[in-house]
């Protein structure tokens, strides 16, 4: 199944680095975009329950789906996270 989730937070490439690499560490996904321009999420993967883990690392990550509340805490953690994917995208 392909599955695209809308991220709140996702401002740049190196976001979207950090995203697709932690993702990718999941191990049981394929196809892993990430579209900065519509903030969009994209991935294969085979039942429902990894399409919910996949979305519960998204907010761990500080990229809460744009169903869910944008706090404080999750856009410091997009900031960091930002900031590492920026440090490898060059």
């Given at each position: 199944m392909k599955t695209s989730i809308i991220v709140q937070n996702l401002k740049?490439?190196?976001?979207?680095?950090?995203?697709?690499?932690k993702l990718t560490e999941l191990g049981f996904l394929s196809e892993v975009t990430v579209d900065v321009e519509t903030a969009?999420?994209?991935f294969v993967h085979d039942n429902i329950e990894e399409a919910l883990r996949v979305?519960?690392?998204?907010?761990?990550?500080?990229?809460?789906?744009i169903d869910t509340k944008?706090?404080?805490?999750?856009?410091?953690?997009?900031?960091?996270?930002c900031a590492k994917g920026k440090m490898t995208y060059l």
């Open positions: 740049c490439g190196g976001c979207a680095k950090t995203i697709s690499s969009m999420v994209s979305k519960d690392q998204l907010k761990a990550l500080g990229y809460p789906s944008n706090t404080r805490a999750t856009k410091a953690i997009s900031f960091i996270g």
